[in-house]
């Protein structure tokens, strides 16, 4: 009983402890809820300026006409179809490739050092910026790669395929990280019992891992080609053409892509013009938006089945 006094402080401190602790809480709450909201703000009211600039210039013949010295009679015929080449192109290079990455380290590479220094340069370059992945570009697929008078890779020029390489490049690590966190998270019990059951690795990787790890990977696959999609700096350091009047036929043709024309269009200085890049970046802004609303879809029917 001598010690019944001493505790009622020491319990009076833990109470105030605790009730410090959930008054920080609640006002860390609404501190990060106020800078959701000013974000949220910032990016509605720029799609707001920019529907109410370029919202009228949206028509048909804005789709079908090719770039033009005068404002008026510009479109975005070429850089759609030269950003349908490149992402298309894009997607067949990289995406097999960072999937079949993302098996390999997570179901078969050996536990060590080797897997986990490439496991950490994957996610360091994941975070390059694309300027870097635009130089790269311009030195390796634009002019080739020559040693000692031997031409190691071929100069392809500003071209489609240069644009795509650099591309795939580009989204290569993200997509290898979201692939190998869908895949990890793929209960151990299904492998186990697939393995009892006397199939061999590869087939329990193809017939029940790799089907339970699709709504992840298709997520952030749709998620880093709406990020190449966008892309404007990379491009434009490979050299993509600002002015394109004509429709790209073959991977070996110069090409132009959205965000560079909007990037050319800015630059002019007829008002005129920007009334252009505004109506671009809504075409643009509603494809993103799209690729992304897929994704949620995509991740959310495969999550259900």
Do not use: C
């Not at 097999?96 to 370059?125: D, Q, S």
């Not at 031409?151 to 690590?173: E, F, H, R, V, Y």
């Amino acid at each position: 009983m001598a010690g019944a006094p001493a505790a009622a402080p020491v319990s009076l401190r833990a109470t105030g402890r605790v009730a410090r602790r959930q008054a920080i809480s609640r006002a860390s709450r609404y501190v990060l809820l106020a800078a959701t909201m000013v974000g949220v703000g910032v990016l509605a009211f720029l799609a707001y300026d920019v529907i109410r600039t370029g919202g009228s210039r949206l028509s048909l013949d804005f789709f079908t006409s090719y770039p033009s010295r005068r404002a008026t009679s510009a479109g975005l015929r070429s850089s759609l179809i030269g950003t349908a080449w490149v992402m298309a192109t894009t997607i067949v290079l990289a995406i097999p490739l960072a999937i079949g990455t993302a098996i390999f380290l997570e179901e078969f590479a050996p536990r060590g050092k080797v897997t986990a220094i490439v496991r950490l340069n994957v996610a360091n370059l994941a975070g390059v910026p694309s300027i870097i992945y635009g130089i790269l570009g311009l030195a390796v697929f634009v002019r080739g790669i020559e040693l000692g008078g031997v031409q190691l890779l071929p100069k392809l020029g500003p071209s489609i395929l240069a644009g795509s390489l650099t591309l795939a490049l580009m989204i290569l690590p993200m997509t290898v990280i979201a692939s190998v966190e869908a895949i990890r998270q793929v209960p151990p019990s299904i492998r186990d019992g697939s393995l009892a059951l006397g199939a061999s690795r590869w087939q329990t990787v193809w017939y029940h891992t790799l089907p339970g790890a699709i709504p992840g990977i298709m997520t952030g696959t749709i998620l880093a080609v709406a990020r190449a999609a966008g892309e404007t700096a990379a491009l434009i350091m490979i050299g993509a053409f600002a002015f394109i009047a004509f429709d790209n036929k073959s991977l070996n043709d110069s090409f132009t892509v959205v965000p560079v024309q909007i990037y050319n269009w800015t630059t002019l200085p007829q008002e005129a013009f920007r009334v252009n890049a505004a109506a671009a970046i809504i075409v643009l802004m509603v494809s993103v938006i799209g690729l992304n609303l897929i994704a949620v879809f995509i991740r959310e029917r495969f999550s259900r089945r």
